[in-house]
């Protein structure tokens, strides 16, 4: 594979509240995407996936993508944009049109997806994408090709995913100003679905929950398509600020406890450990925190119970999250963490307890040339977004009368099965 010549270079950017991420990805001339290289860097300028400062913003982006080129020595020129913020929301429209009875051809589908994209009423919000998410033929859904088949009705699902305006625009030009044009701004759920979501999870019916650092979106997927989504404005990062408050100790000493030493389960053995606050080789600088011994130790079992005090909180409003978005019954048998919060030990354990339903930690699939690094959770909407970019996925908003377009599936395997129902089509 090292040896194919690439045909085609892409780049995406994650720009999320704690960190910013970024890839350059190449198809090679067999149809198999590379990564060529990646990179990340700590978030500036951005709160809660709303851009706060929009120097330090353009700055982090440019250096996370910098990061990427210089690894894949070669520059992008185009990015696709992974959004977490910004007021996202999902829906699904339906459209249907009389038949007749006879056989479906391509000009009928094409014409369908032209009315339909007529009807779209986004309220006064930004229609990020509007996708086809399946069809029906005469009420039958789950129909992936209706070419060739007869119907008296043909009808399809348009998956719309809006967002507020202003936010994405200042997302938009946070890149733009950092010399980069943007292809497409993606909602985080999607990308993290195609990550880590396998096609027979989106068909039965899952709830995905991506845990990052300020915002935990909570997504459903159902036959086969995002149906619904939730954002909940609290993070990992929440987490950080409760123990750098109970210990009276700095954020970054906090975020080290937490990723070292945390844990969402506890253990007999938690009040008789002692962990230190300072990093190796920074003992006996700054002050003693709150609870600690004379070597400024604290008990594991104390920060453990921070750790779970604000779990706690988070869980209740996924919770009333699932259940505004009636996730309930026989379809709801699975609930997939993503995100860098998902990194925590333990947390599956937790959130099972806590959710009442079976719960897996979401990982990046593999992808050529990916840096052990970047293989993490944390890094799930990164991934997600080179797949969708590699798809090209047909967005009905570009269609017109005398405008058909042909959708590139790929020939690795997340891409394909995410977008076998819209293979041939236009």
């Known amino acids: 594979m090292a040896n194919q010549r690439i045909t085609r270079v892409f780049g995406a950017v994650n720009i999320g509240s704690f960190r910013i991420s970024a890839i350059v990805a190449g198809i090679n001339e067999v149809g198999d995407m590379v990564v060529l290289g990646s990179g990340h860097r700590a978030s500036q300028g951005i709160k809660r996936g709303y851009v706060t400062d929009m120097a330090a913003a353009t700055y982090a982006v440019r250096d996370a993508i910098d990061r990427a080129e210089k690894m894949a ?3 992008v020129q185009k990015v696709w944009i992974g959004c977490s913020g910004a007021g996202l929301a999902s829906r699904i429209d339906q459209f249907d049109a009389e038949i007749g009875g006879r056989r479906i051809e391509q000009e009928d589908i094409d014409q369908l997806l032209i009315s339909a994209k007529d009807v779209i009423q986004p309220d006064g919000r930004m229609v990020l994408h509007a996708q086809p998410a399946q069809y029906r033929l005469d009420g039958a859904h789950g129909v992936g090709n209706p070419k060739g088949l007869h119907a008296e009705r043909l009808g399809v699902d348009i998956h719309i995913m809006l ?12 890149v733009q100003s950092a010399h980069l044009e943007v292809e497409a701004v993606v909602g985080s759920p999607i990308a993290a679905g195609q990550a880590c979501l396998s096609p027979e999870e989106r068909d039965l019916g899952v709830a995905l929950v991506e845990f990052g650092g300020e915002v935990t979106n909570v997504a459903i997927y159902e036959q086969g398509m995002l149906k619904d989504m939730m954002s909940i ?5 929440d987490i950080t600020d409760a123990i750098a408050s109970a210990f009276g100790i700095r954020r970054f000493q906090a975020e080290r406890l937490k990723c070292v030493n945390g844990s969402a389960i506890a253990s007999p053995h938690d009040h008789r450990e002692m962990i230190p606050v300072n990093a190796p080789g920074e003992e006996g600088t700054g002050p003693i925190a709150r609870h600690a011994d004379d070597k400024n130790r604290i008990p594991r079992a104390e920060l453990i119970g921070v750790i779970t005090g604000q779990l706690g909180t988070l869980m209740e409003e996924v919770n009333k999250a699932l259940k505004t978005m009636r996730f309930t019954g026989q379809r709801a048998k699975q609930v997939v963490f993503t995100g860098g919060g998902a990194e925590l030990v333990g947390l599956a354990d937790y959130a099972q307890a806590a959710i009442g339903k079976p719960v897996r930690i979401g990982r990046v699939p593999h992808l050529s040339g990916l840096a052990e690094a970047h293989v993490k959770p944390g890094f799930s909407t990164l991934a997600g977004l080179v797949l969708y970019a590699a ?3 047909v967005d009905i908003r570009a269609m017109g009368r005398n405008h058909t377009r042909t959708i590139r599936l790929g020939k690795f395997g997340m891409v394909g099965r995410v977008y076998q129902a819209l293979r041939e089509y236009f």
């Open 73 to 75: 020595d070669t520059a």
């Open 163 to 174: 967002a507020d305006g202003a936010p994405i625009r200042n997302l938009t030009e946070a």
């Open 233 to 237: 404005p609290m993070g990992s990062a």
């Open 391 to 393: 798809a090209d996925p």
